[in-house]
């Protein structure tokens, strides 16, 4: 996708950072969001071009590759030990679990969220040591485990980072004193 807009300044000097300033918003904002279109692309900046047009007015062009397509972000609570989610999109896609223990939990074991890249089977996670009330997140998105903001990935063993497949997810936990949020973003081709 190519983008292009005038940037104008009172001075070169001002004109120069204004269009560092737009190209850095592209960049470190890498979601375009349509307008009319309840499906944000995710992108990132390939090109930046530059044409003087007259004094202090540039014709700035930013060229983007999107990577992929989503909707608003889904939350969806796991009830007790068992909760089937109707994932939406038509891809798989990376999901953030958070357990919070209501108990100290020497172990739980989690399914549902994490298939072996290549025979497809449902792998499942092992957690240990689990304190009550901290939250523990494992991102399919950022490929982290966090305890409260801090690693806890060497009390994991699992393969592969969550995600949920389009249509019916079977989510399971070995306890059920736990609370399991799940949020994911559905994608599409």
Known sequence: ????????????????????????????????????????????????????IKRWDYKVTITMQGW?????QITVAV????????AEGNLAAPCDIEITPKT?????QLF??????????DEG??????KQGKKIVISGDDCTVLQEG???FSDTEFWAFPHLRPGSNTISCTS???????KYKPRYM
Do not use: H, P, W
């Open 104 to 108: 100290d939990i020497a172990q739980i």
């Open 150 to 152: 801090k690693n806890k």
């Open 125 to 130: 996670i092992i957690i240990k040591n689990l």
């Open 1 to 52: 996708m190519q983008i292009e807009m005038i940037v104008s300044g009172s001075t070169k000097t001002e004109a120069e950072l204004r269009i560092s300033e737009v190209v850095n918003d592209f960049v470190t904002g890498s979601m375009i969001r349509l307008d009319n279109v309840d499906i944000n692309i995710s992108a990132e900046v390939t090109g930046v071009e530059k044409e003087f």
């Open 79 to 86: 009830n007790g030990t068992v909760q089937i989610i109707l």
């Open 112 to 121: 549902g969220a994490f298939y072996d890249q290549v025979s497809g089977s």
């Open 68 to 72: 992929e397509k989503s909707t608003e």
């Open 176 to 182: 059920d004193q736990c609370d399991i949020v799940i």
